[in-house]
């Protein structure tokens, strides 16, 4: 099984016109590690749920994400723009230069939910700004780290609902 | 300490369910009030709001995008609806509005 992010998986300086082709580049730089076993589908996934909603989270960063049949590992993969790419055409101001992509398998199934709840951990880490900063600012080792660091403990309680604890 | 609980969801399930609860639950910290939030994931449920959270909570804040799982345990509640990502953008300002409007 590959850890959730791999230091290749993170990027700096993308060079990238459009959003459309930042998404193309982070599934291919997914595809290459080993994340993907359907690049198009993943694609397509992503794609899908962008139209739904584009996901510009504010603070100039964009979290692409979905459950898809088209990711065999969890993963993520992480780009720091060299310039800004709009992401929300129902926004004028959602110009994105830090880009968060989350794959997560998409048979729920077999879903780890580990893996989900420390996709979740970050996703929360990502509403505070020491922890923004600390992305937007630090050289592409350290964001490796401390992502790393980050998806090594699990803030979620447990319910215990799968084990009928409740 | 005023209290007021909430639970979120998203189509996916994977993100904005999280950030959205964090962002309530960090208004709750800037602004002196207790917010708990139940999250209903893709990861399941967690941090289940329990029926103290419930009994003392000035209001309830559900996320609309999704069905939330549970709704009747609200009954008699003030109930606010917001999608998931009007509560990451405005859960400062929400929050403020009800400590506000509840004390």
């Not at chain 2, 003030?78 to 990451?88: G, P, Q, T, Y």
Request: hydrophobic share 40%; proline share 3%.
């Amino acid at each position: 099984m590959l850890p959730l992010l791999e230091r290749q998986c993170v990027i700096d300086e993308l060079t990238a016109k459009t959003k459309e082709d930042v998404l193309v580049q982070m599934g291919i730089r997914l595809d290459a590690e080993g994340y993907l076993s359907d690049r198009t589908q993943f694609a397509e996934d992503l794609n899908e749920r962008e139209m739904k909603y584009p996901t510009y989270i504010g603070y100039g960063i964009g979290i692409p994400h979905c459950l898809s049949d088209g990711v065999c590992e969890d993963g993520l993969c992480i780009a720091r723009l060299a310039s800004p790419v709009r992401w929300s055409d129902r926004k004028k101001d959602s110009d994105v230069s830090l880009v968060i992509m989350i794959a997560a398998n998409g048979n729920r199934e077999e879903a780890n939910v580990k893996h989900l709840h420390l996709l979740a951990s970050l996703s929360m880490l990502l509403m505070h700004e020491d922890f923004r900063e600390s992305i937007f600012s630090g050289t592409p080792d350290f964001i490796y780290q401390k992502v790393t660091e980050v998806l090594g403990t699990d803030s979620l309680e447990s319910t215990g609902e799968a084990e009928g604890q409740l | 300490m005023m209290k007021i609980a909430a639970v979120t969801a998203c189509p996916s399930g994977v993100a904005h369910t999280y950030m959205a609860a964090e962002a309530l639950r960090e208004a709750g910290r800037r602004n002196g009030v207790e917010v708990v939030v139940e999250t209903q994931g893709a990861a399941g449920i967690d941090t289940p709001l329990t029926e103290e959270d419930i009994r003392d909570a000035v209001c309830i804040i559900l996320s609309n995008d999704v069905k939330i799982r549970g709704e009747e345990r609200f009954a008699g509640k003030k109930i606010l609806r917001m999608d998931v990502n009007d509560l990451m953008e405005k859960a400062g300002a929400l929050v403020k509005k009800i400590r506000i409007a509840f004390s």
